[in-house]
């Protein structure tokens, strides 16, 4: 099968300090053809078909880190997919990305040249042979790291973990009360409300897409 992208070039630095790897390459989606009558179908199998290229030498336990920005128009807001593991990305979460850049951003355009820049780290995998950890645990590092919050909200913990990052950001007069469990529940309460998202079942890729679609001024990490 002819493929749906052509390489303008590509370049691979590794960074042995960190176990990291980062490649670079340009491309461009090839348009659809004539008898295509779903250009969307065909965007989307060409964005899969790209990073399969571009993933074909990894481990699907790497973790992959991914940038995204349009060769000529520099001054365009970049697309970025925050490290996650290879067998996690999925062409709808790629996709999803595109989808909420083009959607702020009127004048990306898929079929442009593109600049992709993944860094991938080689994880170690092991089978718990008596391996005993040496680090600290969450409560301890919370409580010496004013720069980590512990959520300690019993339900709804990643409503509250936005809430209270964003009052954060924005330097909020409740911030040091969200922090601390106070205030907070009503205002989770109006996000989910008003953003229609039901965490009763837990947390997926699809509600994350929907908070950050609502969140569209911030950028939402998760490790």
Not at 44 to 67: C, H, K, T
Not at 130 to 145: C, E, M
């Given at each position: 099968?002819?493929?749906?992208?052509?390489?303008?070039?590509?370049?691979?630095?590794?960074?042995?300090?960190?176990?990291?790897i980062?490649?670079?390459?340009?491309?461009?989606?090839?348009?659809?053809?004539?008898?295509?009558?779903?250009?969307?179908?065909?965007i989307?199998?060409?964005?899969?078909?790209?990073?399969?290229?571009?993933?074909?030498?990894?481990?699907?336990?790497?973790?992959?880190?991914?940038?995204i920005?349009?060769?000529?128009?520099?001054?365009?807001?970049?697309?970025?997919?925050?490290?996650?593991?290879?067998?996690?990305?999925?062409?709808?979460?790629?996709?999803?990305?595109?989808?909420?850049?083009?959607?702020?951003?009127?004048?990306?355009?898929?079929?442009?040249?593109?600049?992709?820049?993944?860094?991938?780290?080689?994880?170690?995998?092991?089978?718990?042979?008596?391996?005993?950890?040496?680090?600290?645990?969450?409560?301890?590092?919370?409580?010496?790291?004013?720069?980590?919050?512990?959520?300690?909200?019993?339900?709804?913990?990643?409503?509250?973990?936005?809430?209270?990052?964003?009052?954060?950001?924005?330097?909020?007069?409740?911030?040091?009360?969200?922090?601390?469990?106070?205030?907070?529940?009503?205002?989770?309460?109006?996000?989910?409300?008003?953003?229609?998202?039901?965490?009763?079942?837990?947390?997926?890729?699809?509600?994350?897409?929907?908070?950050?679609?609502?969140?569209?001024?911030?950028?939402?990490?998760?490790?």
């Open positions: 099968m002819a493929r749906r992208f052509e390489i303008d070039g590509t370049f691979t630095r590794q960074y042995r300090r960190y176990s990291a980062g490649t670079q390459l340009i491309a461009r989606l090839l348009p659809p053809t004539s008898h295509n009558r779903d250009p969307l179908r065909h989307l199998a060409s964005v899969n078909d790209l990073f399969e290229y571009a993933l074909r030498d990894m481990s699907d336990s790497d973790m992959v880190g991914i940038n920005q349009n060769k000529v128009k520099q001054n365009d807001k970049p697309i970025g997919i925050s490290f996650m593991r290879k067998d996690q990305l999925a062409g709808y979460v790629i996709w999803s990305v595109f989808e909420i850049v083009a959607h702020s951003n009127s004048i990306f355009n898929a079929l442009d040249n593109l600049v992709v820049i993944m860094h991938s780290v080689k994880m170690t995998i092991g089978f718990g042979r008596g391996i005993k950890t040496r680090g600290r645990p969450v409560t301890l590092i919370a409580h010496l790291k004013s720069s980590i919050v512990e959520i300690k909200a019993e339900n709804n913990c990643l409503a509250h973990a936005l809430i209270v990052a964003i009052a954060r950001v924005d330097n909020d007069g409740n911030y040091t009360a969200y922090r601390k469990g106070r205030k907070v529940r009503a205002v989770v309460q109006t996000l989910l409300q008003g953003t229609g998202i039901d965490l009763t079942s837990g947390v997926g890729i699809p509600e994350l897409i929907r908070f950050q679609e609502h969140f569209r001024d911030y950028k939402i990490t998760v490790y």
